[in-house]
């Protein structure tokens, strides 16, 4: 891990030209004003507004990635960056191109016995029925690589052409597009820091429903961290996390989202390769709770920018 007075001038990318942009910039200026106040000489740069090679003209030697969704988290701006020179935070062109695909991650994890909830991929011609048969009918109809919850429907009821509307949704923000089970039950997350794995934290959404605007805006979403679960099964799901994070090829920081179903098992949905580091957000409250501010957080963070 590179010591802090060897980042120099580092840029913070933020906003950029995903569905996310809005998130990315909430993001974006909270690590600014964290890392300012730890001395760290960073900036603002907004690739949506910027070309990427105006980071060398400018004399900067690092990029903290704060982008959201598509360009900043799927392998697309850590190639530019790796073809520029410029060390950045988060993991690499190859993992965060696979964990963006949610449809790919899911492969992976299922070849190595990570347990995912089973899924179809899908398209106009589908046989919805035929889905229900080897699902079940409680499902979610997601694009494959889209985040916060962008596109998604959740399917409680398959008769009236619900699955063919969801799917039309999705398929407006991706091509490809995935019909999962919907699995009941506690919903967690597990931020990992480098090598560990943050207090998991437990989520309680309004009517169940952690959409976009429960995610980022709603008072009314409930977080418990500590999680309240049995001290052991925190244990389990850590290091089946990291496991998860590690097969994917993900490197840095991130976090895994998973339902812990009241049998005590689990399933993981997916990983997140740059998230949010809002005021709402997960990875900046588990740290907390592991006596980490946000500030140390951005800090350690930035101290393991690399290239490639």
Same mark, same amino acid.
């Given at each position: 891990?590179?010591?802090?007075?060897?980042?120099?001038?580092?840029?913070?990318?933020?906003?950029?030209?995903?569905?996310?942009?809005e998130i990315s910039l909430l993001s974006g200026n909270a690590v600014v004003g964290a890392l300012r106040s730890k001395g760290v000489d960073a900036h603002?740069?907004?690739?949506?507004?910027?070309?990427?090679?105006?980071?060398?003209?400018?004399?900067?030697?690092?990029?903290?990635?704060?982008?959201?969704?598509?360009?900043?988290?799927?392998?697309?701006?850590?190639?530019?960056?790796?073809?520029?020179?410029?060390?950045?935070?988060?993991?690499?062109?190859?993992?965060?191109?696979?964990?963006?695909?949610?449809?790919?991650?899911?492969?992976?994890?299922?070849?190595?016995?990570?347990?995912?909830?089973?899924?179809?991929?899908?398209?106009?011609?589908?046989?919805?029925?035929?889905?229900?048969?080897?699902?079940?009918?409680?499902?979610?109809?997601?694009?494959?690589?889209?985040?916060?919850?962008?596109?998604?429907?959740?399917?409680?009821?398959?008769?009236?052409?619900?699955?063919?509307?969801?799917?039309?949704?999705?398929?407006?923000h991706d091509e490809l597009v995935l019909v999962e089970e919907f699995v009941t039950g506690m919903e967690l997350t597990a931020g990992v820091l480098g090598?560990?794995?943050?207090?998991?934290?437990?989520?309680?959404?309004?009517?169940?429903?952690?959409?976009?605007?429960?995610?980022?805006?709603?008072?009314?979403?409930?977080?418990?961290?500590?999680?309240?679960?049995?001290?052991?099964?925190?244990?389990?799901?850590?290091? %089946?996390?990291? /496991? =998860?994070?590690?097969?994917? #090829?993900?490197?840095?920081?991130?976090?895994?989202?998973? *339902? &812990? !179903?009241?049998?005590?098992?689990?399933?993981?949905?997916?990983?997140?390769?740059?998230?949010?580091?809002?005021?709402?957000? %997960?990875?900046? /409250? =588990?740290?907390?709770?592991? #006596?980490?501010?946000?500030?140390?957080?951005?800090?350690? *963070? &930035? !101290?393991?920018?690399?290239?490639?």
């Amino acid at each position: 891990m590179r010591p802090l007075h060897d980042c120099g001038k580092v840029a913070v990318l933020l906003g950029g030209p995903s569905a996310e942009r809005e998130i990315s910039l909430l993001s974006g200026n909270a690590v600014v004003g964290a890392l300012r106040s730890k001395g760290v000489d960073a900036h603002p740069f907004d690739p949506a507004e910027r070309e990427l090679f105006e980071l060398k003209r400018e004399g900067f030697q690092c990029a903290f990635i704060a982008l959201h969704g598509r360009f900043g988290e799927d392998g697309t701006v850590q190639g530019a960056l790796e073809t520029i020179g410029i060390p950045y935070t988060g993991s690499g062109v190859a993992a965060s191109s696979l964990a963006m695909d949610k449809w790919r991650t899911k492969l992976v994890w299922s070849a190595v016995g990570i347990p995912t909830p089973p899924w179809r991929v899908v398209d106009a011609s589908t046989d919805w029925m035929g889905i229900v048969a080897a699902i079940g009918d409680k499902l979610i109809v997601k694009p494959a690589r889209e985040g916060s919850t962008i596109g998604i429907t959740k399917i409680a009821s398959v008769d009236h052409g619900e699955l063919a509307a969801a799917y039309e949704l999705a398929a407006r923000h991706d091509e490809l597009v995935l019909v999962e089970e919907f699995v009941t039950g506690m919903e967690l997350t597990a931020g990992v820091l480098g090598r560990r794995v943050l207090p998991l934290i437990r989520i309680e959404a309004p009517q169940g429903n952690y959409d976009y605007h429960n995610k980022y805006f709603s008072d009314e979403t409930k977080y418990f961290c500590p999680s309240g679960i049995a001290a052991d099964q925190e244990r389990e799901i850590a290091k %089946l996390s990291l /496991r =998860a994070f590690d097969v994917v #090829g993900c490197t840095g920081w991130g976090r895994l989202d998973l *339902i &812990l !179903r009241d049998d005590g098992t689990f399933s993981f949905l997916e990983v997140n390769t740059s998230p949010g580091m809002t005021g709402h957000s %997960l990875v900046p /409250r =588990a740290a907390r709770e592991a #006596g980490i501010s946000f500030a140390d957080l951005c800090v350690e *963070i &930035l !101290r393991g920018a690399h290239v490639g």
